[in-house]
């Protein structure tokens, strides 16, 4: 798996940052940079684990002029690309796979802050490999240092399939599938049945609908594979590298490793490749708590971050989101994607319960903007509270326009007070 995610990533291409791919890249890129800025505490050095093609350099030497960058990766020729933008900033270059100890040729520094862009959950094949990958991290790492994690989320993933699962087995569209899992509390059996069940395949992209009949399958058969096919338009598709059954919905058990599925990113001039990756089960999350790793940022999908500093925005984020609101694909890239940030401790830390997904959904805000200084968010699927209004910065608000003019309808006198007191005695 480590060859087919070096070749994918050195090959993909660029994407028009208008597009929809482009406007989620950008806001995951404001989201890591935002957390690195607010967790930096020493601007002497970073480690970049996950670096990549060095997509954080630039403001990583312009805005928190770092003074020494020490970068990890399994590709070669990315971290030599990384060390090309790092100019004249000095960098150690450290090509290693996360899963196996780190090579003991290298030399290797801790650092207060360590970034990991979408790089950990391709530990999670195995729980022996996710272990490895926490004691790597945690030897780069100085006591109560810091861990920003940009990582897909895992639990939306399976989501989006059961929500094709739905989509077949009843025919319809994917945005009516994907609304009526959320209202009924991620249901299958009960959205089908609240969409009437009509098997078609509908939806999905020719050249995968091709693949997926290239061996002559039978009806039934092409059916279920195509259960595993998600295509969110002009952003990504996600097919699954697992059996997805007719009769039963795809699930994440709490402790199921090496679920793979592949992801290709929709670029408008280019066709990126599918890459493989791993889904991170719920226990990879306890077993970081027991490595010591609390949570100094809660767990959250990048919609949620950006709801929780609606009222804040930066011009990086203004820019990022752009002043007309994004269409529900973006929505589906943005609630893809987690970011948090852990500490490290010596002793093992309690693991925060997550909020289940569904009732998140169903009261989120949708296809936010940017604008006058704050996010405006649509309303979400959830009904309107009694008494209540949308407010596209606030939230759900007390709706105050029925209620009665409380001012004073006229002023006693004094002789009129003291006539009044004089009754009451």
């Not at 950008?26 to 670096?51: D, P």
């Not at 403001?59 to 990384?82: G, N, P, R, T, V």
């Not at 709490?254 to 493989?276: I, T, V």
Request: glycine share 6%.
């Amino acid at each position: 798996m480590e060859q087919l995610v070096c070749e994918h990533y050195d090959a993909r291409k660029r994407y028009d940052k208008k597009e929809a791919c482009g406007v989620g890249r950008r806001v995951t890129n404001v989201v890591k940079n935002s957390c690195i800025q607010a967790h930096l505490e020493s601007n002497k050095a970073i480690t970049l684990f996950g670096a990549g093609h060095g997509a954080q350099i630039q403001f990583l030497e312009s805005q928190m002029h770092i003074q020494l960058l020490h970068m990890y990766d399994l590709s070669e020729k990315a971290l030599q690309s990384a060390a090309e933008r790092a100019g004249v900033v000095p960098c150690t270059l450290h090509p290693c796979d996360f899963t196996q100890p780190l090579p003991v040729e290298q030399e290797h520094c801790q650092t207060q802050l360590v970034e990991c862009g979408l790089c950990l959950h391709y530990a999670a094949v195995s729980e022996s490999a996710w272990t490895q990958m926490l004691l790597n991290l945690k030897q780069l790492l100085l006591p109560k240092g810091k861990v920003v994690v940009t990582v897909p989320h895992a639990e939306h993933i399976v989501f989006l399939f059961r929500t094709q699962w739905v989509r077949i087995h009843c025919g319809c569209e994917w945005q009516a599938a994907y609304e009526a899992l959320i209202k009924h509390g991620d249901d299958c059996g009960a959205a089908v049945r609240f969409l009437g069940g009509s098997p078609a395949v509908c939806g999905i992209p020719e050249d995968i609908a091709e693949k997926l009949a290239s061996d002559n399958p039978g009806t039934q058969e092409l059916l279920q594979r195509a259960c595993g096919v998600v295509h969110i338009e002009n952003v990504f598709t996600i097919l699954a590298d697992f059996v997805i059954e007719w009769d039963t919905p795809p699930t994440l058990r709490h402790a199921e490793w090496g679920k793979l599925y592949y992801f290709r990113l929709h670029a408008k001039h280019s066709d990126n490749s599918f890459c493989p990756e791993p889904l991170i089960p719920r226990i990879g999350w306890q077993l970081m708590a027991e490595h010591g790793l609390r949570e100094a940022l809660p767990r959250q999908t990048l919609m949620q971050w950006l709801w929780d500093r609606r009222m804040s925005s930066s011009e990086l984020l203004w820019r990022a989101l752009g002043s007309k609101p994004v269409d529900a694909s973006v929505d589906a890239y943005l609630l893809t994607y987690t970011v948090c940030v852990y500490q490290l401790f010596q002793v093992p830390q309690r693991v925060k319960p997550q909020p289940k997904l569904a009732e998140y959904l169903l009261q989120r805000g949708q296809q936010p903007c940017a604008s006058g200084g704050n996010i405006f968010f649509q309303k979400p699927l959830a009904s309107t509270p009694v008494s209540h209004q949308w407010d596209r910065v606030k939230g759900w608000v007390k709706d105050t326009s029925d209620e009665e003019d409380v001012h004073t309808q006229f002023i006693w006198s004094e002789e009129a007070i003291a006539e009044a007191r004089r009754r009451t005695r």
